[in-house]
């Protein structure tokens, strides 16, 4: 069993940026591959990143965050990251982050998740 809890949304005018955490418990956290994902007001949830087990392997959305949000973990503090810079008003979303036991860094599968936090991004 994981918790997830995320933080570190805000309020920031674009340009700007935010780095999100995602702090989870139990004690195999290492061995799961972590995602991030977002949902805007009306539109359905979308896959932002993941990232493997240990690290080194990474997979971004084509959505546009490529090369803007990096995703990282520290698996010693059982945390995800999701670094954001250049933000848009079009990234203002809940940031929701998930998990599952697997080997495969996609954008689907995941099955536990956190309560969200929000981002907004005033222009």
């Known amino acids: 069993q994981v918790q997830l809890v995320e933080s570190g949304g805000g309020l920031v005018q674009a340009g700007g940026s935010l780095r999100l955490s995602c702090a989870a418990s139990?004690?195999?956290?290492?061995?799961?591959?972590m995602g991030w994902f977002r949902q805007a007001p009306g539109k359905e949830r979308e896959f932002v990143a993941a990232?493997?087990?240990?690290?080194?392997?990474?997979?971004y959305a084509d959505s546009g965050v490529r090369g803007r949000f990096t995703i990282s973990r520290d698996n010693a503090e059982k945390t995800v990251y999701l670094q954001m810079n250049s933000l848009k008003p079009e990234d203002t979303a809940v940031y929701y982050c998930a998990a599952k036991r697997s080997t495969a860094v996609t954008m689907t599968g995941y099955y536990y998740w956190g309560q969200g936090t929000q981002v907004t991004v005033s222009s």
């Open positions: 990232i493997s087990w240990s690290g080194g392997v990474t997979y």
């Open positions: 139990g004690r195999t956290f290492s061995t799961y591959v």
